[in-house]
T-cell receptor, first 112, second 114 residues
Framework: QKEVEQDPGPLSVPEGAIVSLNCTYS??????FMWYRQYSRKGPELLMY????GNKEDGRFTAQVDKSSKYISLFIRDSQPSDSATYLC????????????FGAGTTVTVRA | DADVTQTPRNRITKTGKRIMLECSQT?????MYWYRQDPGLGLRLIYY???????NKGEISDGYSVSRQAQAKFSLSLESAIPNQTALYFC?????????????FGPGTRLTVT
């Protein structure tokens, strides 16, 4: 069983829709939860991070962590074609932890 | 200019050949990493380096070796390439202390072994 599970999709939504992405994990020691965005033919870039449980909002993006369920989510409101990318969740035990455990990534297409 | 660069961007090689992938960074970070990305498997860590004299194996280091020539340069070698090493390879960097979860990735090298 993988340490981090993420549905690869693909997910196709019309412009303006809410995109909902999620990951589950098995290691209860994870404390830092990240979402990376990867455009086609590019490297991943950090989109958001959350420490422990709770919500974090950044513009149209909201990250949620439910440690009791070992479940994290990313919501994209008012989605735009420029949001079309692969979204990877990642997790680590501590702020200094070199080892990030990545999900497989979910590919999202926002149709104009 | 990009902070993390990788060369080559694409490479096709034959089974048994030795190949080197190179990574350079201008971010001034101490930590550097090599990952491979395969469909359905996500990013997996091959090697990581905390400074020039500190190099460590990641979860899938068999068949690979690395060299940290300078703080800014980290190379990955496949001594004798095999077809299941066909993948997208990424170099990444991060701060030395704290914020290690924020890693900066290069554009990737697409390697095909025939």
């Amino acid at each position: 069983q993988k340490e981090v599970e993420q549905d690869p999709g693909p997910l196709s939504v019309p412009e303006g829709a809410i995109v909902s992405l999620n990951c589950t994990y098995s290691n209860s020691a994870f404390q830092y939860f990240m979402w990376y965005r990867q455009y086609s033919r590019k490297g991943p870039e950090l989109l958001m991070y959350t420490y422990s449980s709770g919500n974090k909002e950044d513009g149209r993006f909201t990250a949620q962590v439910d440690k009791s369920s070992k479940y994290i989510s990313l919501f994209i409101r008012d989605s735009q074609p420029s949001d079309s990318a692969t979204y990877l969740c990642a997790m680590s035990v501590s702020m200094d932890d070199y080892k990030l455990s990545f999900g497989a990534g979910t590919t999202v297409t926002v149709r104009a | 200019d990009a902070d993390v660069t990788q060369t080559p961007r694409n490479r096709i090689t034959k089974t048994g050949k030795r190949i080197m992938l190179e990574c350079s960074q201008t971010k001034g970070h101490d930590r550097m990493y090599w990952y491979r990305q395969d469909p359905g498997l996500g990013l997996r860590l091959i090697y990581y380096s905390f400074d020039v004299k500190d190099i460590n194996k990641g979860e899938i280091s068999d068949g690979y070796s690395v060299s940290r020539q300078a703080q800014a340069k980290f190379s990955l070698s496949l001594e004798s390439a095999i077809p299941n090493q066909t993948a997208l390879y990424f170099c990444a960097t991060s701060e030395g202390q704290g914020l290690t979860y924020e890693q900066y990735f290069g554009p990737g090298t697409r390697l095909t072994v025939t």
